[in-house]
Nanobody
Framework: QVQLVESGGGLVQAGGSLRLSCVAS????????MNWYRQAPGEQRELVAS???????NYADSVKGRFTISRDNAKNTVYLQMNSLKPEDTAVYYC??????????????WGQGTQVTVSS
């Protein structure tokens, strides 16, 4: 099994910064990508940023230029640096690991989530 533990959330004023961390442990192989999602109250969970094993990154339009995803393979850790935060970034942020199991089946693992609140 794979366990994901997030940290780094909190309360910050608009324009401020936070860095989220996600440490993965367990049976980790055939990773396709590690991702950050977020879910605001009453909204659907949305993909914020992703990074593949090869280092390719992708961002939601709403965070491009403000958020940066990175990973430390030696530490099995993925980070999300969030700058110029806006009140609309307020949400629970979830770490996600996507891997390919036997037969090419895609499997997702999720962390417990960490709250990010941006005050105006």
């Amino acid at each position: 099994q794979v366990q994901l533990v997030e940290s780094g959330g909190g309360l910050v004023q608009a324009g401020g910064s936070l860095r989220l961390s996600c440490v993965a442990s367990g049976i980790i192989f055939n990773i396709n990508a590690m991702n950050w999602y977020r879910q605001a109250p009453g909204e659907q969970r949305e993909l914020v940023a992703s990074i593949t094993t090869g280092g390719s990154t992708n961002y939601a339009d709403s965070v491009k230029g403000r958020f940066t995803i990175s990973r430390d393979n030696a530490k099995n850790t993925v980070y999300l640096q969030m700058n110029s935060l806006k009140p609309e970034d307020t949400a629970v942020y979830y770490c996600n690991l996507n891997r390919l199991a036997v037969g090419g089946i895609s499997i997702d693992y999720w962390g417990q989530g960490t709250q990010v609140t941006v005050s105006s």
